[in-house]
Nanobody, 128 residues
Framework: QVQLVESGGGSVQAGGSLRLSCAASGYTYSRDCMGWFRQAPGKEREAVAT????????TYADSVKGRFTISKDNAKKILYLQMNSLKPEDTAMYYC?????????????????????WGQGTQVSVSS
């Protein structure tokens, strides 16, 4: 099994920055996707960003484009989410996830990936 442990959450004022980290162990797929998801109380979980292992292709939710950056340190097996210009609506529990890449249109993709491994989450609170 893949173990994922998030860290780096906290409370900041609007406009501030945070960097989330996800330490991973027990990788099982030759091609894989990792992603950040978030869930606010009373709302459904939503994808924030993903990154595919082969080409490093990234995806972002429209709400975070230009503000958040997902990256990986493959040697250390750590996933990062750099969050800048934070807004109150970014307040949520943030989760790291892992799953197998998919072969779509002749490329490895994170579209529709079944993220089967999840971390415990780290809280991000942004005040106005």
């Amino acid at each position: 099994q893949v173990q994922l442990v998030e860290s780096g959450g906290g409370s900041v004022q609007a406009g501030g920055s945070l960097r989330l980290s996800c330490a991973a162990s027990g990788y099982t797929y030759s091609r894989d996707c990792m992603g950040w998801f978030r869930q606010a109380p009373g709302k459904e979980r939503e994808a924030v960003a993903t990154i595919e292992s082969y080409g490093g292709t990234t995806t972002y939710a429209d709400s975070v484009k230009g503000r958040f950056t997902i990256s990986k340190d493959n040697a250390k097996k750590i996933l990062y989410l750099q969050m800048n210009s934070l807004k109150p609506e970014d307040t949520a529990m943030y989760y790291c996830a892992y799953g197998p890449s998919r072969w779509i249109d002749h490329v490895w993709s994170c579209r529709g990936v079944a993220f089967s491994s999840w971390g415990q989450g780290t809280q991000v609170s942004v005040s106005s």
